[in-house]
């Protein structure tokens, strides 16, 4: 946990000084070092506004929106993984780089 | 399995009164249509998105200026999202005159918004003036890399689904579930026999 607080420091500031400065709406959060965490909110977000346009039974609603969530997390941590995989292995045997 | 079922959305004409509210507040069209749930979930989530960008990246990634492409997606909101910009430019940034040069080489000043900088404030004519005291928070902090383009992003997003759910309350479907026979199963092919 406290290696985990660590990563969310800006210029040597703690995290309980950072938040302490943070203003709502006209500052933003600290979490340059930690901005992939907010995958979770962006997905859960299109789920709920998506599935809300798109389920004819609001009783499956919140089972919808918790499997499209998951479903959109895995696509972008599995795409992003793809992404790396080509620029770091695939591209340098395409065109190997000068030494 | 013999039968799959499917979502099938038949068109149940046009409603103009809930595309309408669905544009000035997102999620009020469905509700106006009678669908009181669904439209609170829609604006609940639009408005969460929208809002939640500017938690994380601050005032400033709603900005019509500075960031024009990215805004005209973030427009699609409503009218909030151009009220938010109007505040963003004109209680936020900060009257600026800076040095521009022509394309014919002459130089001359112009009055520009801006940001204000960290030991900046902001006086009564919206004028940057150096801080009293170091302490002194600027009107807002600027956001950087990847907290703007989240932020941004959360906006943006928000708007396009926005598009979403004003179509589907201006041009209601009514969302049954049907049966679809499927068309090469072994029961389907037994139907065919008999």
Request: aromatic share 18%; net charge neutral; glycine share 0%.
């Given at each position: 946990?406290?290696?985990f607080l660590s990563t969310l420091t800006i210029a040597g500031a703690s995290l309980p000084e950072l938040l302490m400065a943070y203003r709502p709406f006209l500052d933003p959060l600290p979490l340059q070092r930690a901005w992939y965490l907010l995958l979770f909110p962006l997905c859960l977000g299109i789920a709920v506004t998506y599935k809300a346009v798109r389920v004819p039974d609001m009783r499956?609603?919140?089972?919808?929106?918790?499997i499209f969530t998951t479903q959109l997390v895995l696509s972008v941590v599995v795409v992003g993984g793809l992404m790396f995989w080509v620029v770091l292995w695939v591209l340098p045997r395409i065109v190997p780089m000068p030494a | 399995m013999s039968h799959t079922p499917d979502t099938h959305a038949e068109p149940a004409g046009f409603n103009p009164l809930a595309g309408i509210t669905a544009i000035i507040l997102p999620g009020a069209g469905h509700v106006v249509r009678g669908e009181r749930q669904r439209g609170l979930l829609i604006g609940g989530g639009i408005l969460g998105l929208f809002f939640g960008g500017m938690l994380i990246g601050g005032i400033d990634v709603v900005d019509s200026?500075?960031?024009?492409?990215?805004?005209?997606?973030?427009s699609l909101v409503g009218p909030l999202a151009f009220g938010v910009d109007y505040v963003h430019q004109h209680y936020f940034k900060v009257l600026a005159v800076v040095e521009q040069v022509t394309p014919d080489g002459q130089?001359?000043?112009?009055?520009?918004?801006?940001?204000?900088?960290?030991?900046?404030?902001r006086d009564e004519h919206g004028k940057p003036t150096p801080a009293a005291s170091p302490t002194d928070p600027p009107p807002n902090t600027k956001s950087l890399s990847k907290t703007n383009e989240l932020g941004t992003l959360f906006g943006t997003i928000a708007g396009m689904l926005n598009v979403i759910a004003v179509v589907d309350a201006a041009f209601p479907t009514a969302r049954r579930r049907i049966a679809k026979p499927a068309a090469n199963t072994a029961g389907a092919r037994e139907a065919v026999k008999a």
């Open positions: 946990m406290n290696t499956r609603y919140w089972r919808d929106v918790a | 200026e500075e960031d024009f492409p990215w805004f005209i997606a973030q130089r001359m000043l112009i009055e520009t918004r801006r940001s204000a900088y960290p030991r900046e404030v």
